[in-house]
């Protein structure tokens, strides 16, 4: 008997370049495909800042060329002023890489983009990944696949896995390892893995902190519909 399986994945929802009109004169929220990384971050981070242990927010306003890389860039805010902030945002920009069209097929050449930037000590000690947006992962099919068949014999409903990994470039998962599962002894940590590399994250944050190079928490729950046939009650 063939097992609907009802999917509940516990993570961001998916995140994806947005809509951008015509005659949009500013993108502010741009899939970039590649991204200051955490280690470019903590290596920008401004000098005095680190020792006061001090946080900084930048907004940065960005011409596009006809290949999507980020140049002339101005700054809009800062705060505070005085620790370099800004300036240490500016040399981060040319590191993003936009698309090389709008989704018009419009050429991008010479459209504006805000990129926000927030430096907190935290990132100095720690890269970690708090609010992964997706922009990708695996299908419901993918999921099912993986569902340990001794879990379905024994009549098994609910699981929950937990993997961390690391994020490469392009948003991808790498050197994933199964943190924990519940229940045990069916092997749902282990079947989880192999679905890595259907993940891919967006490469800089929405609130500004970077995400490659960093490290994420991806947590996973299955649930059967029903039992499969003949199963254990």
Known sequence: MKVALALSVSIAALGGARAFAIDAPVLTDTAWSSAPSFADVAAAY??????KGQSGEVLLDCTLSETGRVGRCSTVSESPLG???????????SQFQGPSELGSGRTIAGVHAQITFKFTPDLLDAANVARPEWVTM???????AAFPDAASKAGVLKA???????????GMLNDCKSVSEEPTGYGFGAATLPLAPAFRLKT??????PVVGGQVRVPIR???QQAPQGAKP
Not at 46 to 51: D, E, F, G, I
Not at 138 to 144: I, V
């Open 46 to 51: 401004p000098a005095k800042a680190k020792a």
């Open 83 to 93: 620790m370099g902030f800004g300036q240490a945002a500016r040399s981060l920009a």
């Open 138 to 144: 695996p299908t419901a099919a993918a999921f099912q």
């Open 160 to 170: 929950r896995a937990v993997m961390s990994c690391q994020v490469a470039a392009g």
């Open 204 to 209: 800089w944050g929405a609130d500004g902190r």
């Open 222 to 224: 299955y649930e059967l």
